[in-house]
């Protein structure tokens, strides 16, 4: 009967995913015909510009969507599970905030040195964004470490992170302060999020990344539901307290980092999806989290990356107004139920 | 057989010692109240029982071997602790607090075989909540939810149980019917039960082991007529001569 329930929920999930990929493929500015895009597909057709579209700028789009959104939302599972907050994220601990100072450095600082704007620069452009997000999110990661296995005390460590949060924002704006026009421009389209960055080149790479980081996730499961209990029962358990939330934070934040890299600070989708599954499934077992957490984020990256496409908005609508109207009333109805 | 030793035991935080010269001892089958008053450092003594903090000095011997030489894993199915930290989650079951208590034996994603499922269902039953078992833990009642907390303690199969202020918020009925739930997980199971509390009066009718810590005195042990009578309880808890009439009157 339970099981049933699980089962009858995934395969919606699953299904509904599917449906949401295949529209991402035809639906845009160009609108492909049904039928066409099975043609191109099958590499069944003459026309080149529909096939260029397709593969070219929507298959890797939809496919980066959907590694970025489960990579987030299982990001916030874990985060959520650590440090027993409900509002807890990545972006909490301040590891996106380090992944946009990176990225900040880079693309506002080059013009500032070179005098010249970091997309100039070409496609050494942005392998440098990219280097730079990651070498930013890791460095408040490890930052975030020194503090997480010096106190045991979890809200100590979130007021950490938004402090780190807002020190890389101040030093980003004073960056922005003396840099080019077209550089600050530059930099606040990455801020605000998109999935059409990584293409087919960049996409193997990005892929095996964040598939490496959701695989170990699994391997968390037990230990995720054991801190459920709370920290003293979970230590009588057995558990290695300090190791086992150095390991949470790494997985979490590689995972953020990775993401925040490709497609700019994405928000909501780590602090809403987790809540999602857990309504949905009314459970708090990992096992079952983490696999439902992380479709749920696949669904509603599509979803949001499909209404930022569409044709009246001619792809320019920033993925954070999106998620923002989905994630939003989520946390504010996970906190009123809660209170309850 | 003899479970746990402490030999000169200091406890407390960052070399600010809270009780020190501690010599007690564990037996199978024993079931002792630590008493004292709220401060006087009874969680402290509980949270070096359970490693979560070191000793300042002394040493805590556990089946004749230094309690912080063992490995979390092994310690995990030796000595069982239940606090007054209570889990806090919407969906978690009855089941899972209790299959928390599998933890030490499962593997590496904690899938439950059928002796798990069997020790769950037992451990439920022993403390008479069966009937609990796919409520969500949240939506009991404080009385089911320190049964609960005990049966996770029981799955967890381990020779020692450490309950801190068990009785705290049970109405008196629920509070005999725990004493008389740990004497059985005491004389049916063997098992070495040290629970704490700040009630004086209902210690001393029902249980017959006492530790007593106390803020300026030394740490005490022995039972409770004993130390009644050489007026070492009196002294501790500083009783005037009413309180102490009453005492030897009610024949406690």
Known sequence: ?340 | MKILKTKSLSIGYDNKTVVSDINVMLNEGDIIALIGPNGAGKSTLFKTFSTHIKPLGGKIELFGKDLMSYSPKERAKLLGIVLTERPDDMFLKVFDVVAAGRYPYTGMFGKLNEKDEKEIKESLELVGVNNLIDRVFNTLSDGEKQKVMIAKAIAQNTPVIMLDEPTAFLDYPSKIELFSLLKKLAKEQKKAILFSSHDLELMLRYTDNLWIISKNQPFAAGQSSELLKSGTIQKYFGLKDADNEYLLKENL
């Open chain 1, 1 to 340: 009967m339970k099981n049933k329930r699980i089962t009858i929920g995934i395969l919606g999930i699953i299904i509904l995913g599917i449906v949401l990929f295949a529209l991402n493929l035809f639906v845009g500015s160009v609108m492909v015909p049904f039928e066409d895009i099975f043609k191109v597909l099958l590499h069944d057709n003459t026309d080149k510009t529909l096939s260029v579209i397709i593969f070219n700028y929507r298959l890797p789009q939809a496919l980066t969507a959907l590694l970025a959104g489960a990579a987030l939302a299982v990001a916030g599972l874990l985060m959520q599970t650590l440090f027993r907050n409900p509002l807890a994220d990545p972006s909490m601990l301040g590891i996106s905030s380090g992944a946009s100072l990176g990225v900040g450095i880079v693309i506002l600082l080059t013009g500032a040195i070179y005098g010249a704007a970091v997309s100039s620069f070409g496609w050494w452009s942005t392998i440098g964004v990219s280097l730079a997000a990651f070498i930013g999110a890791v460095l408040v990661l490890f930052v975030m470490l020194a503090f997480s296995s010096r106190m045991k005390n979890m809200t100590t460590l979130i007021i950490i992170g938004l402090m780190i949060a807002y020190l890389a924002g101040s030093i980003t704006d004073i960056l922005k302060f003396f840099s080019l026009k077209e550089d600050i421009h530059a930099f606040v389209i990455w801020g605000m999020g998109s999935f059409s960055g990584v293409g087919t080149s960049k996409m193997p790479i990005f892929a095996i990344s964040i598939i490496i980081g959701l695989i170990s996730t699994f391997f968390l499961s037990k230990n995720l539901n054991i801190l459920l209990l709370g920290e003293m029962y979970a230590e009588n358990l057995g558990l290695n307290i300090k190791k086992n939330s150095v390991i949470i934070i790494l997985v979490s934040g590689y995972l953020t980092a990775i993401v925040t890299a490709y497609c700019g600070p994405i928000a909501f989708v780590g602090l809403a999806m987790p809540h999602i599954a857990r309504f949905l499934f009314k459970s708090s077992d990992h096992r079952l989290l983490i696999p439902a957490t992380m479709l749920i984020g696949m669904d509603m990256a599509l979803f949001c990356n499909l209404i930022a496409r569409m044709p009246g908005f001619d792809g320019n609508l920033p993925i954070n107004a999106v998620t923002a109207f989905i994630g939003a009333p989520v946390v504010i109805s996970v906190i009123m139920k809660s209170k309850k």
